[in-house]
């Protein structure tokens, strides 16, 4: 049992509040997800042609500004680092390759690339959805789009690799309720057409084939249609993407999902309570996705 909640602002006078509605919502999922919790938000305010990478460090103390030095070795040119706790914001060159390869000299400073893209800011953690949420200052961050997890584990240990979202490409991310019984063959599939699972969980094999669908072509929905034709289980996925958002079931339907939809945003939460406090809610159109039926937004 885990929690999902989202939401999709599409007045731009919400944006600088979306980060503390978002804090409610996910913290009003705690009971189905006490373990550990993650979000990705999406924001305006990377520059053109530079990208935001989501980094951790495991290290006891990080050398967060020898990390800014060698990146700007790396791609020759300026980059800019925000750091709290342990983990940090990085803004470099839109060259992701020169990222990753400088990123990946840096061994003594454990790094590890959480999420990368032109507007997303990815967080995950074990320890209470408040908790985390407070810790990274997520009430203060504005935004236009935010996806997040509470997680009960019961496929894989508890462990920050282990938290959702996942992303598997630039501004992708993931967060699922539920389990699937084929994943450990659809991982070998995906092995096979070179994509490799960094971690033992179940819902990044999902995440990667969604980010492997769209490497081919499809876009956001038609990836998703392809998740309801190859994977086997119960549960409930919703995917964002720089602009876009989708929700999916199985054919069962069994694990929850609830979506209120106003001209100001979309929401969708697995209980209702999540949304309780958001404001105009009683102005939506609130409903439950039937099985199989995928909604998908742009914004």
């Not at 038609?222 to 996925?237: P, Q, S």
Request: hydrophobic content about 40%; aromatic content about 8%; glycine content about 8%.
């Amino acid at each position: 049992m885990c929690g999902i909640v989202g939401l999709f602002v599409l007045d731009p006078g919400l944006e600088p509040d979306l980060g503390k509605h978002f804090t409610t919502m996910l913290e009003e999922m705690t009971a189905r997800g006490p373990d550990s919790a993650g979000l990705a938000l999406y924001d305006r305010s990377v520059p053109a042609a530079r990208m935001r990478w989501s980094l951790r460090s495991d290290a006891p103390e990080t050398d967060w500004l020898g990390v800014l030095r060698v990146v700007e070795k790396g791609t020759g040119q300026p980059s800019n680092i925000e750091v709290i706790e342990n983990i940090a914001f990085l803004i470099a060159v839109d060259d992701e390759v020169a990222v990753r390869q400088a990123l990946a000299t840096l061994t003594e400073e454990q790094i590890t690339v959480v999420g990368v893209g032109h507007a997303m800011s990815l967080i995950k953690d074990i320890g209470l959805p408040r908790d985390i949420c407070d810790r990274y200052r997520v009430p203060e961050m504005s935004g236009y789009l935010a996806l997040g997890h509470t997680r009960m584990a019961t496929e894989s240990a508890i462990t920050t690799d282990g938290a959702h979202p996942f992303s598997p490409a630039p501004d992708l991310a993931l967060v699922h309720n539920g389990s699937f019984s084929n994943h450990a063959s659809i991982r070998r599939s995906l092995a096979d057409a070179g994509v490799d699972c960094l971690t033992d969980n179940d819902t990044e094999v999902a995440a990667q084939f969604i980010g492997y669908r769209m490497s081919l072509g499809d876009d956001l929905e038609e990836a998703m249609r392809h998740v309801l034709k190859e994977f086997d289980g119960f549960f409930t996925l919703v995917v964002s993407a720089e602009r876009q958002f989708s929700v999916v079931r199985d054919a069962f339907a069994c694990k929850p999902m609830i979506i209120a939809e106003l001209p100001e945003y979309i929401a969708v939460a697995s209980e209702y309570h999540a949304l309780a406090n958001l404001p105009g809610i009683e102005r939506a159109r609130v409903f439950e996705p039937q099985p199989e039926e995928i909604h998908t937004w742009t914004g």
